[in-house]
Structures are given as C-alpha cells and as structure tokens.
C-alpha cells in the first residue's frame, strides 16, 4: 500500500492536482504559526528576562515616599537594594541665543542602580559599554533628546535648578517600561543630584520604587514580610512586582494581543479551509474513474482508504512544513516593522511552536479535504460503465462535522478560552450568514438587470454569475471578509482621524502646564494671558478611602479598571461654575455656598458603582474629608481642554494642598514664548499634547500594519477560495466554452464575457466590503467616539478596484486553459 500511495501522489503531483490543496494548506498554517512564533518569542523573553524587566528581583513601587518601615524590613545582608523615582519634566539647553525645551521622563537612580540585567550606554567616543548608574554632576540621555533640543554629547542640559553635562546616551533601559509618559525621552541622573533641581514639589507626579536582590530565600522572606504589610489595607498606591509576575501590563498586552491575533489568522485559516475543502472535493471528482479501475482490478474499500490516507498524510506533512517556514519568515518582518516597540532581545523560537503548527495542518487537511477523499471508497466497481457514485450525504455530514469539531478545537487551542471560541465560531456563522444574505440580494439585482444590459457578453457574464448562484455566493463573501478588514484599517482609519480632527476646533488647547506653585498663580496666570483657552484650575491629589462609611478595598471589585482606580490617586479639582466641555447628566450643580459636595464624571460613578447622593471620603496628605455626590457629569474629554473625575466645592478645596493646571493653544509663532516660559520657571512641566499625541499615532502605524499582515492572509484566503470554485467549475465551463465556439462564437467574445464575468464579482465583492467598512466606521464614530462622520466614497472605490483586481487575478490563474483547449477535445470528452 506504501508503494502505491507514493506512485499515485507522484502522479498527481506531476498532474497539479495536489498544487492548490498545497497553497491553501500553506496559507492557512502559516497564518497561524506567524502568530505563534511572534507571540510564544516575546512570552519566553518576559520569562527569561523576567528579573531584567525590573531591574531587581522583587519591587515595591508607590507614589509617594516609602516609609521607613519598607526599607527596615530589608535586614537580611544577603539583599541588595537600590531606589528609582521617575516622573515627568522639562530638560532645557542653556544656549542663549536659541534657547529650547523638550519634556523628558527624568529617571533618578541610586549608585547600585541596575540590581538585575545591563543598562547600556554610548559615551563621547560613541564605544558602546555597560554602565551603572549616572555619576554626579552628568546626565544621560535618549538620542533623541540630543536631536530635539541640537545638542552633543558633553554639553550641558538644565533640569530644574541644576545643570548637568550629558555624558552618555542610553542605548538599552532595563526597566524602562511601556507607560505613556515613555514616550518622552528619557534623562537619567544620580537620586544624589535630585534634590539640587528643586523638581519634586507639591502635585508632582513621581512614582518611587525601591529595589531588591540577592539570595532566592531572602528575597522570598522579604515578599511574605511586605506582603503581610500589604494585606493590613494600612498602605495604599503601593504594588509590589517579583520576577514572577513582574511586568503584568506587559503580560496582559500580549495576552490580549495574541488572542486578537489569533482571532484574525482563525479567520484566515477558516477561509483557508473552505478553499481546502472546495479544492478535495474536485480531486475526488477527478478521481472517481481511476479509483472504479483499481476496485476492477482488486483494490478493496479499505485499501483504498488507506492509499489515500497515506497520500494526504504526505501532503500535510509537506505542506504543514512549508506553512511553518513560511510563518517563521512572516514573524521576522512583524519583528522588524515592531523593532522600537521591542524593549528586549527575544529568544530563539520553541520548536513545540513548530511541531503546533505542524499538527493544525494535520488536523485542517483531515477535517476538511478527507472527508471529500473518503468518499472515493464507496466508488462501486460498476461506476466504470455506469458512473454513478452514492451520495452519502449523511455520511458526509457527519464528516464535515467532525471537520468543524476539529476547527473549533483549533480555535480554543490558539485563543485559550473556550467562551471566546463559542462566541467566535457564533459570529463567523452570524457574519457569515449575513455577508451570504447580502451578496444574494445583490445578485437578485443583478437579475433584474441583465435583460437590459444591450451588449451580449455582459448577458452572457451575468447568466453565468446567475447560474451558479450558491458558489456565486461563497466566492463573494470570501473575497469580501478579507477586503473588509482591510479597507477597515487603510481607508476608513484614515476617515476616522479626518473626522475627529475635524471635531476637534482649531483652536483647542495643545499645551498643558503643570505642577504650577501656588505663589506662582499669578505671574504665570498673566504670562498665559496672551494665549487661547488659558483658565487656571487648582490640582489636589487624593485617595478615595471610604464609600457610604465603608472603607474601599480592591478586592471590593472585580474589573481591573475599578481596581486601578480605588488604588491610585485622583486629580481632584475645584470650580464654582460648570466646566466648558462638561455636561450634566443627574442632579444639580453647586448651588451658591453650597458645601462639602462632589460632581463625578459618569464613566467614574458607573465604573465604581457610585450615584447620587453617595458620600466618599478622600485622604489627601493626610487629611481626610467626606464629601456627597451631588450631580454626575458627561465630559468630553477629545476637547483637549483641563478636566476631572472628581471636582469638589470651593469651600473643601481651600485648606487642600494643591498646585494649578491649565491647557492653552499655542500658535508656531508662539513656540519661543512657551521655550521662556518654562526656561523662567523650570519646576513647570509643559506637556506637548499635540507632539504626544503624533507619536502615539506612530506607535499605532506601527500595530496596525503588523494587524494588516495578518488580515492579507484573509484576503488570500478569499481569493484561495475563489479560485477553488473556478477550478471546481473548470470541467463544465470548458464544454460549455467548446460548445459555444462550435456554435459560432469567437474566442474574444468568450474571453471579454469572462472578463466581464468575474468583473462584476470582483465589483459586488467590493461593494459589500465597502458597505460593511463603512458601516462600522460610522457606528465607531457616532457611538462610540461621538462625532460627526462624513460619508465618503473613497472605501467604495478602493474597495470595487481591489475586489475587480483580486477577482480578475484569481480568474485568469484559473481559467486560462479554457479558451487555448480546442473545442474538439472538450466535446470529445463530454461525449
């Protein structure tokens, strides 16, 4: 039986019949395993480089000084410990004649400074070594600080009240993290120099952290002591983070990143496998004399069974190979275009992620090409004369089946969870069924057309779409969900931001100034008077310790986001009048002389379960207050404008520690005046929003065009799929070509109708596309985002010429036998 499997898959591997079973097998695998070597990579790199990620082995961070008591506990002589405090500032040049100013996370570090992994710099002979921490009086620097304010290594650079000479520039950061204020660059200095800037005042927002290391025992002794501390409730805004769960932001990103992606290759390997499935179903068809020949000649049904097995095993094997080759090839050009989001060395790819992808080809080549190819050993001896084949239609069910049985197991196996891949194989039907029921409307309209179409080929074109309806339908909708994705991330992207610039006024605020003193108010207040949108409110910082007389706990709630909350602190604030930006939703505004009262921004309340007249308590400094809920706010937080969760009535803010915030607009003339503004004042920190906001938008160019690769295997799987259902269809089209050709037909008449033919798929396939796409881009604007949305037709464009491109594409590899085989053979055959 081995020497037979091997002769005929020789055969039909010279004959092409196993090409395009091959290609789909290919895509579908490599989808996958794409996903699965770039996220099984930067997985094994957070654990293998779980200690580096902090700088230490065990961390406690907070935002506001350790006490005591947190370093008395690290007794043990065996630990190391060095102390971090990172928060937001501006970094000045000091030349006088073009004075500039860039905001920098500065970074303060103790002489110990890293405890685990490498900090790596490059000093003035541009030699790259690896370094401790910054030595008094220098500070090291990102390269691009260097660019943006044009200065080199060994010039100076002001922070705060100190000028330190820029010795370095940093070329890896440990613990460098992946929070928004990182997308400023980095200053580094000594924690000795910190208290020369005169930086850290009240309101500042610093995040301090003091780090542990040395012997695996102590360090755990130490975890069990502090997390005792912890579990009292005594200590609020302190997390402490050890090798094993150090980073979990980073770890549930990635979770979440690798189930998005997943979902998407799912989406391309389901395409995949209907183009898989169409394509057995040919070979069996093809097959079915050559198998009634051999039943003749003494092959029995188990024999048969087994040669074909053997042969499909072979090609699962051959294509699973090169599917796993050609996704390990796609997961270093997503770590290419990634490169900068990359804050690690990844290891080398796990072969166990191999092996996974070797065997989803296994499992997608038998559930849905074997049940086709099984159906040859039922082929009677008598099909020679009379070629007849039982249909079996129970059997094959039940096959498919097991089929989609083995797809939804891939699905749980790459997503994780079993309710994600319900929900997941629920919506594929649902879209499905849905995409199915507009492409037959669009036939049906098609239909009412054709008898007015004035030229014959267009006829002849559209009976052909009409004949064939169902596989009409499934080439639509394949061809569809691939264009649909991708239209969705290139031109609707693209009409989303339009959209929301354009709601956003010319004039909106695109500085913000911060930590501003209170004997400051009045001299910056006056400075600020020359710019647009320049209101002064006061910024107090407070915890949220007591709902209703209860005292809040994260354990009170289970979304992470209401956990994050209650452990932080608020940005409380103070106005006498209603914001502009803010609207009511419930209660009333402060009503004059109106006291101890609170006004919640909505999302807040309804995220910590809060309603009107609810009493909070909020401890700030030290001092504790309560305060009723008495009106709950909508805040439209695109206007750029200053705005608060929490703004509390003038007479509890008075006594309150507190520093001012304001957000202005600044014209390009304006720029130099801001420049002096901060040079005057070096504890203000000036925030770029607009700067900040660009290079979030790089960040998301970056994500989206390694989300568009993936969705280009959905197109190619659609297209796979359309190109299955012409060479299914490939037998009949010849004779129906020679026949025409017999009866008078030219062979350009013939040809401009299929030209026309798989125009208009290609044109209906677009159109849906384009109506899906921008149908969600307008629920995404007007729901979720809030503003306006202008119809354009450029997604109805895009999406009919790459719908005509990809359809005439998968047309011409599939057809171009039909019109060079002369009519004679074809109707020697049918006959």
């Given amino acids: 039986m081995v020497s037979l499997a091997g002769r005929m898959t020789l055969r039909d591997w010279r004959a092409g019949e196993l090409n395009f079973l091959l290609i789909a097998l290919m895509i579908a695998v490599a989808s996958l395993a794409s996903v699965g070597f770039l996220s099984d990579r930067m997985r094994a790199g957070l654990e293998q480089n779980a200690h580096q990620l902090l700088a230490s082995d065990l961390l406690v961070s907070a935002d506001q000084p350790l006490a005591p008591e947190w370093k008395e506990k690290v007794a043990s002589g065996s630990l190391q410990t ?55 009086g220098s500070v090291w620097v990102d390269q691009s600080l260097l660019y943006a304010l044009n200065l080199q290594i060994g010039q100076p650079l002001r922070l705060g009240e100190q000028t ?150 072979a090609l699962a094997i051959a294509g699973s190979v090169a599917g796993v080759a050609l996704g390990y090839a796609g997961h270093l050009v997503l770590i290419r275009w990634l490169g900068d989001l990359l804050t690690t060395d990844l290891p080398p790819a796990s072969t166990l992620t191999a092996l996974k992808g070797l065997l989803t080809g296994v499992v997608l080549l038998a559930g849905f090409a074997m049940p086709q190819v099984l159906r040859l050993r039922k082929v009677p001896h008598t099909h020679v004369i009379r070629r007849q084949l039982d249909s079996g239609k129970q059997w094959l069910w039940g096959a498919y089946a097991t089929g989609l049985l083995a797809m939804l197991g891939l699905m749980v196996w790459h997503t994780g969870q079993i309710k994600m891949s319900l929900l997941l194989a629920a919506g594929f039907v649902v879209a499905g069924g849905i995409f199915a029921l507009a492409a037959r409307l669009l036939l049906v309209a098609l239909g009412l057309l054709r008898h007015r179409l004035p030229f014959q080929s267009w006829r002849f074109a559209v009976n052909n779409l009409l004949r064939r309806r169902m596989v009409t339908v499934v080439q639509m909708v394949s061809l569809s969900l691939g264009l649909t994705a991708l239209l969705l991330l290139t031109v609707v992207r693209q009409d989303l931001l339009a959209a929301w610039r354009q709601a956003s006024p010319p004039d909106a605020p695109n500085h913000f100034v911060l930590n501003v003193q209170p004997e400051q108010k009045s001299e910056i207040a006056g400075r600020l008077a020359e710019f647009q949108q320049a209101p002064m409110y006061p910024m107090i910082r407070g915890r949220l310790t007591a709902v209703n007389g209860k005292t809040v706990s994260v354990d009170d709630y289970a979304a992470d986001q209401a956990k994050r909350l209650v452990d932080r602190e608020f940005n ?59 009106s709950l706010r909508k805040v439209d937080w695109a206007s750029m404008r200053v705005n608060f969760f929490v703004l509390l009535t003038p007479d509890v803010a008075e006594s309150l520690p507190q520093s001012w915030i304001s957000a ?46 993936f969705f280009l ?97 998968a047309a011409g590899l599939g057809l171009q036998r039909i019109l060079t085989r002369p009519p004679v053979a074809s109707l020697r055959e049918a006959s």
């Fill in 164 to 313: 330190l000479r820029i010795s370095a520039v940093i070329e890896n950061e440990p613990d460098r993290g992946a929070g928004f204020m990182n997308f400023a660059p980095r200053a580094m200095i000594a924690i000795s120099d910190l208290a020369a800037t005169g930086l850290i005042q009240d309101g500042s927002r610093v995040t301090y952290r003091l780090l542990v290391a040395g012997d695996q025992k102590a360090v755990a002794n130490l975890q069990q002591q502090w997390q005792v501390m912890l579990d009292k409730g005594k200590y609020r805004g302190i997390r402490m983070e050890s090798w094993e769960n150090g980073r979990p932001e980073m770890r549930t990103t990635l979770d979440r990143a690798e189930q998005f992606l997943s979902l998407v290759s799912l989406l391309a390997s389901l395409l995949a496998a209907l183009a898989i499935a169409m394509a057995a179903n040919r070979y069996m068809q093809r097959h079915l004399d050559a198998v009634a020949m051999l039943r003749c000649l003494g092959l029995t049904q188990t024999q048969a069974t087994t040669v074909f097995a053997l042969e499909f095993l």
């Fill in 82 to 136: 060095a102390e971090t405090a990172v928060f937001p500032s501006m970094a000045f040049s000091t030349d006088q004649a073009q004075p500039a100013a860039r905001l920098v996370s500065l970074k303060a570090v103790s002489a110990s400074y890293p405890l685990r992994g490498s900090l790596k710099i490059r000093d003035e002979k541009k030699q790259l070594q690896t370094a401790g921490a910054p030595p008094a």
């Fill in 664 to 709: 202005f607009h600044v014209k390009p003339e304006q720029m130099q005046r801001v420049s002096q503004l901060s040079s005057d004042f070096p504890n203000l920190t000036v925030v770029d929003s607009g700067a900040m906001v660009r290079r979030v938008q790089d960040v998301l160019n970056q994500v989206i065009a390694a989300v568009e690769f």
């Fill in 572 to 630: 409380l604030s103070t106005s006498n009048t209603l914001p502009a930006a803010n609207q009511l939703t419930a209660g009333n505004w402060f009503a004059q002389g109106e006291k101890s009262s609170a006004s919640l921004e909505e999302g807040l309340a309804k995220t910590l379960g809060l309603k009107l007249n609810d009493k909070l308590q909020f401890d700030v400094a030290g001092e504790k207050f309560e305060v009723k809920i008495t």
């Fill in 713 to 809: 295997f959905a197109l190619l799987s659609g297209m796979l799929v359309l190109y299955a259902a012409l060479a299914g269809s490939l037998d009949v089209r010849q004779q129906e070509s020679a026949l025409l050709r017999a009866l008078g037909a030219t062979k350009k008449q013939l040809q401009r109708a299929q030209w026309l033919e798989f125009s208009l798929l290609g044109m209906m396939a677009g159109i849906l596309a384009a109506l899906t796409a921008s149908a969600i881009g307008w629920m995404l604007a007007t729901v979720f985002f809030e503003f306006e949305w202008h119809f354009s037709l450029l997604p109805w464009a895009v999406g009919m010429l790459a719908g005509v491109s990809c359809s005439l594409l």
